[in-house]
């Protein structure tokens, strides 16, 4: 949490507040409706395609349970980053008897699918706008008038305090790693977990469905560009490179990937001809509903449990 709030300090520290409520209420209302709806079914299609890889392990969970536990999953990883994957496996566990381990092995195969996605969608985006990402790698967060919303010397903490706690993350994980290596029960369940994939009966809908999921993940980010003026002339190949840049600034451990996304965005946008202010506020509107959506469905997902129990 203080990584994103030194991070979006970094970028909005010259930035007026004063005119989001304007920008705000000038929003096309009916293509942000038609956002949060992707939104939320991206959640229900990942819901949906858990139970796949769990089946060949002898478990069918509800579809109702999976989708309530992928809306806590992303409402958890606000307060703590990565939190989430555990979260959802523990409400698996306590409503519908799935071993914890089990099923944290076939999140972590989830994870290495959607990971192979990621990277084709990265290698479309970039082939299509190579210069355009070219000039973000050189100019990352600078403004071509010199008048940035950060500086250079900005830039370099934003990255700086961003690989930091990249690897003190993955240190964390390989020390309880190194816990773990002693339990051969849980490693043996993990690996049954994982090895699920190869045992699906179904893997043509496993694949359907993460091609959906990825497809929602888009159209909800690349909607909203039909939301303000100054981006919705933006092209749809645009949108692909600001959606990879983002996706890869999530990697952050961040609330949400608050301040890495931000940035990423807004460097994008600026390269494309949008205005830093614009970008700005752009990216702060967006960011901010997107979060919103997730704590609601999260909040959602505990109160139909709790009715449920």
């Given at each position: 949490m203080l990584l994103g709030v030194v991070i979006l300090f970094y970028i909005y520290r010259n930035f007026d507040f004063a005119q989001v409520s304007g920008a705000v209420g000038g929003m096309n209302m009916w293509w942000f409706t038609l956002s949060c709806i992707f939104g939320v079914l991206s959640h229900m299609i990942r819901g949906w395609r858990w139970r796949l890889p769990l089946s060949p392990l002898g478990y069918s969970p509800r579809s109702s349970t999976c989708i309530y536990s992928i809306?806590?999953?992303?409402?958890?990883?606000?307060?703590?980053?990565?939190?989430?994957?555990?979260?959802?496996c523990v409400v698996l566990d306590r409503c519908e008897s799935v071993p914890f381990v089990q099923s944290l092995g076939t999140l972590v195969s989830e994870r290495l699918v959607d990971t192979l996605m990621v990277l084709l969608i990265m290698l479309v985006a970039i082939t299509s706008q190579w210069q355009v990402f070219y000039s973000f790698l050189i100019e990352s967060g600078v403004n071509a008038s010199g008048n940035g919303l950060f500086s250079s010397m900005g830039r370099?903490?934003?990255?700086?305090?961003?690989?930091?706690?990249?690897?003190?993350?993955?240190?964390?994980?390989?020390?309880?790693?190194?816990?773990?290596?002693?339990?051969?029960?849980f490693i043996s369940r993990f690996m049954d977990g994982m090895s699920s994939l190869a045992k699906m009966k179904n893997f043509s809908l496993f694949a359907w469905e993460t091609v959906g999921i990825w497809f929602c993940y888009f159209?909800?980010?690349?909607?909203?560009?039909?939301?303000?003026?100054?981006?919705?002339?933006?092209?749809?190949?645009?949108?692909?490179?600001?959606f990879v840049a983002?996706?890869?600034?999530?990697?952050?451990?961040?609330p949400n990937g608050a301040g890495p996304w931000h940035f990423a965005v807004i460097s994008i946008m600026v390269l494309y001809g949008?205005?830093?202010?614009?970008?700005?506020?752009?990216?702060?509107?967006?960011?901010t509903s997107q979060t919103l959506l997730v704590a609601l469905l999260g909040i959602l997902g505990l109160i139909m449990l709790q009715i449920r129990r």
């Amino acid at each position: 949490m203080l990584l994103g709030v030194v991070i979006l300090f970094y970028i909005y520290r010259n930035f007026d507040f004063a005119q989001v409520s304007g920008a705000v209420g000038g929003m096309n209302m009916w293509w942000f409706t038609l956002s949060c709806i992707f939104g939320v079914l991206s959640h229900m299609i990942r819901g949906w395609r858990w139970r796949l890889p769990l089946s060949p392990l002898g478990y069918s969970p509800r579809s109702s349970t999976c989708i309530y536990s992928i809306f806590i999953a992303y409402a958890a990883n606000l307060v703590v980053p990565r939190i989430g994957e555990v979260s959802r496996c523990v409400v698996l566990d306590r409503c519908e008897s799935v071993p914890f381990v089990q099923s944290l092995g076939t999140l972590v195969s989830e994870r290495l699918v959607d990971t192979l996605m990621v990277l084709l969608i990265m290698l479309v985006a970039i082939t299509s706008q190579w210069q355009v990402f070219y000039s973000f790698l050189i100019e990352s967060g600078v403004n071509a008038s010199g008048n940035g919303l950060f500086s250079s010397m900005g830039r370099l903490v934003v990255l700086a305090l961003s690989m930091i706690a990249i690897v003190l993350v993955l240190y964390i994980i390989i020390r309880k790693m190194s816990i773990w290596a002693k339990l051969r029960t849980f490693i043996s369940r993990f690996m049954d977990g994982m090895s699920s994939l190869a045992k699906m009966k179904n893997f043509s809908l496993f694949a359907w469905e993460t091609v959906g999921i990825w497809f929602c993940y888009f159209m909800q980010f690349y909607l909203c560009f039909f939301c303000f003026s100054f981006s919705s002339t933006l092209s749809v190949w645009a949108a692909l490179l600001l959606f990879v840049a983002g996706s890869i600034a999530v990697v952050v451990p961040t609330p949400n990937g608050a301040g890495p996304w931000h940035f990423a965005v807004i460097s994008i946008m600026v390269l494309y001809g949008v205005s830093a202010s614009d970008a700005a506020m752009f990216a702060l509107i967006v960011h901010t509903s997107q979060t919103l959506l997730v704590a609601l469905l999260g909040i959602l997902g505990l109160i139909m449990l709790q009715i449920r129990r």
